[in-house]
């Protein structure tokens, strides 16, 4: 079975509506997760991480949540743009260097 | 803002020969990655790298695949004798350290094996 993945492969949103895109991780191990943006042809850009000792951290319009005791993950999008339209990947690092990332959500945003 | 950077954008190749995706990771970092994504999927670890030695490989990365660092700028990984399934995207990736730094991504390399 997979240890990340994608609780909706498709989210589709209006222009302006705030967008969650949920993960599920199965190491409790796991103690850094990232979240990623791939937009077509290119590779994963960085949104934002955070650390296992952390449930909540805010960036420009992002925020990650982190429930250890569910083992959940999940990306919040305020006001979301058309230029968000993406693939969105959570990450997790398990043990060593690799990054195990999940299957991945299509965030489709109609304006 | 540095980044990473990947060469070749495409890459085609006939089944059996050999390719050598190159990348140059971004100047401060000491930990380089190769990943590999099949279209449609998700983003598949190969290797890490560190001082010149491999860190960590997945089962994905066996003896037909190779990593280098022929300088202080390039990191290359080579696939000696590609096959149909070895088509996909690479990605190049970076850190300052592993574990808890976040990764940085290159632009990738297609690869097309016919």
């Known amino acids: 079975g997979e240890s990340v993945g994608l609780h909706l492969p498709t989210l589709s949103v209006q222009e302006g509506d705030n967008s969650i895109i949920n993960c599920a991780y199965s190491?409790?191990?796991?103690?850094?997760f990232i979240w990623y943006k791939q937009e077509s042809g290119k590779g994963p850009q960085f949104i934002i991480d955070?650390?296992?000792?952390?449930d909540k951290r805010q960036g420009q319009r992002v925020t990650v949540l982190l429930n250890k005791t569910v083992k959940h993950l999940s990306l919040q999008i305020a006001a979301t743009q058309p230029g968000d339209s993406a693939v969105y990947f959570c990450?997790?690092?398990?043990?060593?260097?690799?990054?195990?990332f999940g299957k991945g959500t299509t965030l489709s945003v109609s304006s | 803002e540095p980044e990473v950077t990947q060469t070749p954008s495409h890459q085609v190749t006939q089944m059996g020969q050999e390719v050598i995706l190159r990348c140059v990771p971004i100047?401060?970092?000491?930990?380089f990655y190769w990943y590999r994504q099949i279209l449609g999927q998700k983003v598949e670890f190969l290797v890490s790298?560190?001082?010149?030695?491999?860190?960590?490989k997945s089962e994905i990365f066996d003896d037909q695949f190779s990593v280098e660092r022929p300088d202080g700028s390039n990191f290359t990984l080579k696939i000696r004798s590609t096959k149909l399934e070895d088509s996909a995207m690479y990605f190049c990736?970076?850190?300052?350290?592993?574990?808890?730094?976040?990764?940085?991504f290159g632009p990738g390399t297609r690869l097309t094996v016919l």
């Open positions: 190491n409790s191990a796991s103690d850094y």
């Open positions: 790298f560190y001082n010149n030695e491999i860190s960590e």
């Open positions: 990736a970076s850190s300052p350290t592993p574990r808890t730094d976040t990764q940085y």
């Open positions: 100047s401060n970092h000491l930990y």
């Open positions: 990450a997790e690092n398990q043990a060593g260097t690799a990054l195990i």
């Open positions: 955070i650390r296992s000792n952390m």
